[in-house]
């Protein structure tokens, strides 16, 4: 049972990445998933969750507007494109699954081992 997360780097002020998150050893579909980050030196944030593709996702405000969460079942994948970028959203940004779509994180059973986003002119 695992989570792969990718699709880090490093990015300039206002410009975009959209990160994967690959599960394998299990069905996403069955499952609520979310993207949670972690800045330096600040505790884990969680970012936005849905439960199934039919369902209206959910955004902290700071990102509301500018991040899009979604998900393809079919390939047990979720995404997160993340438009408009600031220098606060530099974070390690996990994927988590879990039985519902909330922003706790210890509600989450799996998690991915976070990629890096940097967000520096």
């Known amino acids: 049972v695992q989570l792969q997360a990718s699709g880090g780097g490093l990015v300039q002020p206002g410009g975009s990445l959209r990160l994967s998150c690959v599960a394998s050893?299990?069905?996403?579909?069955?499952?609520?998933v979310a993207w949670f980050r972690q800045a330096p030196g600040k505790e884990r944030e969680w970012v936005s969750s849905?439960?199934?593709?039919?369902?209206?996702?959910y955004y902290t405000n700071s990102v509301k507007g500018r991040f899009t969460i979604s998900r393809d079942d079919a390939k047990n994948t979720i995404y997160l494109q993340m438009n408009s970028l600031k220098l606060e959203d530099t974070a390690v940004y996990y994927c988590?699954?879990?039985?519902?779509?909330?922003?706790?994180?210890?509600?989450?059973?799996?998690w991915g081992q976070g990629t890096l986003v940097t967000v520096s002119s």
């Open positions: 849905i439960g199934y593709s039919y369902e209206s996702p």
């Open positions: 988590a699954a879990g039985a519902d779509p909330t922003h706790r994180s210890e509600e989450y059973d799996y």
């Open positions: 050893g299990f069905t996403l579909g069955y499952y609520a």
